[in-house]
């Protein structure tokens, strides 16, 4: 029983107890977010944790993104505070047929989104996360054939803009894929001269109204920087806490998903880490991300690869 327990103060002592570094996403809860030493998108907290001289890193956000951390810095303890904290991206790609996948295509190199399991990174050459792929991208030869995993969106996007034939593999975020065009236009409407920034999880009919595409800090980033004072949020709105905190006077606004009337647009996944989880996953070193040392050892070297090839 945890009522009474002044949670802030008790994950501070822990933290510090523990020698715990507290890596969190821009999707998590502000309370999270707020508590954490570093918020950032993927490939900043993939840096963090790959730099880190913590014993311990507490992982506030998906599966994916804690096993990139543990596959970096294998001999530190990495907690996640909910276990089920999936992506819908990894689910869509399970190993064996990623594998089966690769083996019909085999003059392909496997250029490979972050959201994954440590098994698909493994069958990889590259990772990439929305923030690099560009920038890995423009490094392999436009001849090279390539096979896109898992997310078709990001995949057809950098297809599209940089002009290159990649083979997609199926696989959708299931937020991103829920914002509604009809909902952006009724606030494009009500807002004309509010500049658009999406991620590029998002479907081509959200995109093309993009006048920003990029990771959620490339988000973060265009959304302080643009002289409009309002401006249109198509990614998980749980970001827009940090544009609250650093811009208090401008309006951010997120595009809603579905029929404008459902909570679609949240990622359910990231919303299962609270306080009162982080605070037993230090307390408890539980839930613990282990993977195995082989597994670990081949997903290793196309994460590197990134990290090397993003500068
Ligand atoms: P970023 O790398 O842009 O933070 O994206 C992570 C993610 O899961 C987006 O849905
Ligand atoms: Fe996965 Fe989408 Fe959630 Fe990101 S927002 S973690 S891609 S389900």
């Known amino acids: 029983d945890l009522r009474g327990l002044d949670l802030l103060a008790e994950i501070d002592r822990l933290k510090r107890e523990r020698n715990a570094v507290i890596l969190a996403h821009y999707y998590q809860k502000p309370e999270i977010q707020d508590l954490a030493d570093f918020v950032g998108d993927s490939l900043d907290l993939s840096r963090k944790a790959a730099a880190t001289d913590a014993d311990v890193i507490a992982f506030c956000g998906v599966r994916f993104m ?38 019909a295509h085999p003059d392909h190199i496997a250029l490979t989104y972050i959201n994954c399991s440590a098994a698909v990174k493994a069958l990889s050459d590259i990772i990439v996360t929305s923030s690099s792929a560009h920038i890995i991208l423009d490094q392999i030869p436009k001849d090279q054939k ?24 199926p696989g959708i975020c299931i937020v991103h894929q829920a914002f509604s065009e ?5 606030l494009k409407a009500e807002h004309p001269d509010a500049p658009v920034a999406a991620h590029p999880e998002c479907p081509p009919h959200i ?25 249109l949020v198509a990614t998980e709105p749980h970001i827009i806490h940090q544009m609250e905190k650093a811009a208090p006077h401008k309006t ?60």
């Open 66 to 103: 804690a096993e990139t951390a543990k596959i970096l810095s294998p001999q530190k303890t990495v907690i996640l505070p909910d276990m089920d904290a999936g992506c819908s991206l990894e689910d869509s790609c399970p190993p064996d047929q990623f594998a089966a996948f690769r083996a």
């Open 182 to 186: 009809t909902e952006l236009l009724k």
């Open 252 to 311: 951010f606004i997120g595009v809603p998903g579905g029929d404008g009337n459902c909570n679609c647009n949240m990622c359910p996944y990231m919303a299962l880490n609270t306080l009162e989880k982080l605070y037993v996953a230090l307390r408890d070193l539980q839930p613990r991300i282990e993977l195995s040392p082989e597994i670990m050892d081949r997903a290793r070297v196309p994460l590197e690869r990134m990290l090397e090839m993003a500068g």
């Open 146 to 169: 390539i096979i896109f995993g898992p997310d078709r969106h990001l995949g057809g996007y950098l297809a599209r803009k940089f002009d290159r034939d990649m083979l997609l593999w």
């Open 207 to 231: 995109i093309d109204h993009a006048d920003l595409v990029g990771s959620t800090k490339a988000i973060l980033d265009f959304a302080l920087s643009s002289p409009a004072n309002t401006i």
